[in-house]
Nanobody, 124 residues
Framework: QVQLVESGGGLVQAGGSLRVSCATS????????MGWFRQAPGKEREFVAG????????YYADSVKGRFTISRDNVKNTMYLQMNSLKPEDTAVYYC?????????????????WGQGTQVTVSS
């Protein structure tokens, strides 16, 4: 049974930092491209960052470029999202996902597995 479990969300003041993690089980994570998405209240879920199977290729949404860093540890079967200089507009539920692909995937429909999400709230 494949599971993706996010952790590390919480409440932080604007300008602060958080690191969210995505622990996986039931799949060989090195065979999957991984990604982070988020959904703010009243909005559609959107792509945040993606990383290729090897971790060499990375892509960010313009809204987070320069502030967020995605990484993965294929030995620990875990992916991370380091979020710095957080803004109130970053408030959302953050989801991790795995796609049976080699390169970075930005389309939600291409992802095979999803976590349950973790809430990140940034206060002004």
């Amino acid at each position: 049974q494949v599971q993706l479990v996010e952790s590390g969300g919480g409440l932080v003041q604007a300008g602060g930092s958080l690191r969210v993690s995505c622990a996986t089980s039931g799949l060989t994570v090195s065979n999957y491209a991984m990604g982070w998405f988020r959904q703010a209240p009243g909005k559609e879920r959107e792509f945040v960052a993606g990383i290729s199977r090897s971790g060499i290729n990375i892509y960010y949404a313009d809204s987070v470029k320069g502030r967020f860093t995605i990484s993965r540890d294929n030995v620990k079967n875990t992916m991370y999202l380091q979020m710095n200089s957080l803004k109130p507009e970053d408030t959302a539920v953050y989801y991790c996902a795995a796609a049976a692909a080699r390169m970075v995937v930005t389309q939600q429909t291409a992802y095979n597995y999803w976590g349950q999400g973790t809430q990140v709230t940034v206060s002004s």
